[in-house]
């Protein structure tokens, strides 16, 4: 559920005058609505990451009414806002009305039911952004599958692959499946080191961390010029494909806090835990990446239950981070994520 606000400005105001005052509020060119047929329409965002504030950009807009002549100036955010992006766009409406005059006009009359609620702390707020992310990487490969189903039974090579199993090497269905193992580690370790920076940022302990981590001169450079945090510069020192190593990283920040815990317990009564399941994923991809070693049992539907697998992992992981700390459980509004993980 989008919330919109529009500021309908007096006449005499332009669309230059109104773009210049939201930049001072921080918005940013986005280009323009031409896509929509709108040249003259500018397009500019808001997306504050100081403290994880934001989740959702808001989504600002500057062109002419027809209706009432005059200049206009809309805000968009999507149902992921958090508390900050809610309060930025009303903000907006308040300071073009207080700038310029005018009317204005917000769903809910005055937002009402579209406030997200108050703030989470900002070491959670990290923690809830990097599952957004993992969100958005399985999106990304659950779309790319949808609109690529293979079907096996028009292999030519179907008949061959009885005879000499190794050309299901030659496979389309298996050489997909194969290659996007790797994929789907990058996207565990996305995760895993986007919520060890989150937790990082915030911790009592980042002092004693920090001091056994060398930091290159090009990182630092990064750090002064404000395109790297202390924080992302030290995860790029540590690993985040070993699961041994992803606890240890975990418990230097809390020894309290045992990550890779609800993986150990058991799942749909398998023999094998899910930590053995993704201890599994990740050396099947360094199989592939370092020997060019093929699963020639690894077809789609193996594939389909790995991404399943991987899902679940991580939501339980999640879920153990924000029990630790009393968190509030917020998962992405997303089909990826199952209802229990249990």
Known sequence: MSYETTN????????RQAAEFAALL????????????????????FFDETDYRSWETVELSIGISKDKACIYVGTRTRV?????????????????????????YRDGGNGEGYDPGPPPPPAASGCYLAICRLDWNLTRIHHYLIFNKINNDDSPLKSMETIWPVMRELNHDV?????????????????????????LKYSDRKSNILRGIRLSGEQLSQISAG???????????????????????????DQNLDILGPLKRPYRRRKETLLETLEALITRRHALIHGMDFDIALDR?????????????????????TR???????????????????
């Open 324 to 342: 630790r700390y009393n968190w509030q459980c917020k998962m992405p509004i997303s089909s990826n994520f199952p209802s229990a993980t249990k």
């Open 175 to 199: 050489f997909l499946s194969n290659t996007l193992v790797a994929y789907l580690v990058g996207t565990m370790e996305d995760y895993f080191k986007s919520t060890y920076i989150s937790l």
């Open 8 to 15: 309908y400005l007096p006449k005499g105001v332009t669309i």
């Open 301 to 321: 539907k193996r594939l389909d239950q790995l991404i399943h697998d991987l899902t679940v992992s991580i939501s339980r992981v999640y879920e153990g981070v």
């Open 80 to 104: 992921g806002r958090s508390h900050y992006d809610f309060a930025m766009q009303n903000r907006t409406v308040r300071e073009f009305k207080k700038r310029f005059g005018g009317t204005s």
């Open 26 to 45: 921080g918005y940013k060119r986005n280009g323009s609505y031409s896509h929509l047929g709108q040249p003259k329409t500018l397009s500019m965002i």
């Open 227 to 253: 395109h790297l945090t202390v924080e992302q510069a030290a995860a790029e020192h540590l690993p985040f494909q070993r699961l041994s190593a992803i606890g240890r990283h975990f418990a230097d920040i």
